[in-house]
């Protein structure tokens, strides 16, 4: 089983150089493949994409900061400096109708520092006839290679592209190489700076009777850590990033998303951690929708319970908000943990399997067919316009999450409540109390029906 990955692309550069007009030429393109996200804030400055069936994600860093005061060569540095640490792939933007500029040189020089691939681009160039000329100042930086470009209007843009996937291939392949035992569990932690992540995942490698090793992949500065305990194995995903003090705090906590996103889509499980002592936030919130939207099985911990120890009020209050942040979330496992007294630990693997176990399960039809009926028949369902409905049979059709598909005479007719009777009726049926399960309701050719 590879262990694929989801590249973070960035784009650096100073203000008015193009960023955003590439963005979203990239995102907006008929070739690309953007996740719609549906249901989550969307934020314009990152995306997931997928190019010639690579995935990715690509993010305007000029956006994750955009304070209109900030325009300083320190506020680029900054940003660079950024990218270079939490992104696989940079694409650095110049102005080529502006020509080379001092800030341009000073990023140029932070950039070298990096073994991440590069793309030097020279923007603005909108078509071959002033190319050289545009071009020539930017030799100065003494580059392998510019690419020239007009992200408004296209010329160079093919090749550029070709550039990227090419690269985003190579990565890809290296990684697929690396092979996990069958089965494998791939378990990501999520969560903003400092909720307790790399602790938690230390405190479970402390602990006896394991085997560790850890799998290190191209795509990622972050090293995984396959486990295996008793007949199981699972790959722990670390999403913990770079841990800077000041000023950069904010704009790490914004790339944090980018890495949860990453990280989402190579894990099975998302164990999403939330901090005790400062409560549920926005982006926690986010982030757990990431998750189901992607079909992910979710545990949430409410991390540092230490800090709440005795304090009962508190510990209402706290599990209240998260209660009240996520009212549909009522399948999804929530554990209070500590990450530093080793608190609620040994229960996490037991969950971490019922959950995927649940996630990945397959019902044979037949006994669908008996739990359909059986519900059918203890509870009727209601006349709609003068009809009885009535549920023919069912048929799972897919897993991660389990779907259903159950034939009716009138999917219309199908109340929200009598939808709900039947959810329920199936997640008891089937043992399916840790994940959400999905029904769909089709109808059935007319001339079947008597
Ligand atoms: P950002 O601040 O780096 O995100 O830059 P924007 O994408 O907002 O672009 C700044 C300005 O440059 C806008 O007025 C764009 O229309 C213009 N622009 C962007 N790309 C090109 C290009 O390829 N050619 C020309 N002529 N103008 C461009
Ligand atoms: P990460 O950024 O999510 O990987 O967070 P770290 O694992 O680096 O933890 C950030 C800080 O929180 C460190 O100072 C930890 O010692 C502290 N911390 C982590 N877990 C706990 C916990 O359960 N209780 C308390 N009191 N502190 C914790």
Redesign the pocket.
Known sequence: MPTSSCPIVALVGRPNVGKSTLFNRITRSRKALVDPTPGVTRDRHYDRVVWEEQPFILVDTGGIDDNPEDLLVSHIREQAMAAIDEADIIVFLMDGRAGLNPADHEVAEILRRTEKPILYVVNKIDGPEQEQEQLAPFYELGVDRLWSLSAEHTYGFKTLMEGLVGILADRTAADAAVDLPENTVKVAFL?R????????INQILGEERMVVSDISGTTRDSVDTLLVRGKYSYLLIDT?GI?RKGKTREKLEKFSILKSLAALERCDVAVI?IDAGEGMTEQDTRVIGYALEQGRGLIVLV?????VAGDRKRQEEIMAQVGLALPFLGFAPLMTV????GYGIKRLFPVIGSVYRQFKAKFPTAALNRLLREAVEEHSPPVYKNKRLKFYYTSQIGTCPPKFVIMTNSSKGVHFSYERYLLNRFREGLGLDKVPIQIFFRDKGEQREK
């Open positions: 969560g700076p400092n909720v307790g992540k790399s602790s938690m913990a841990r951690l991390n540092k319970w230490d800090l500590s990450a530093l007294t």
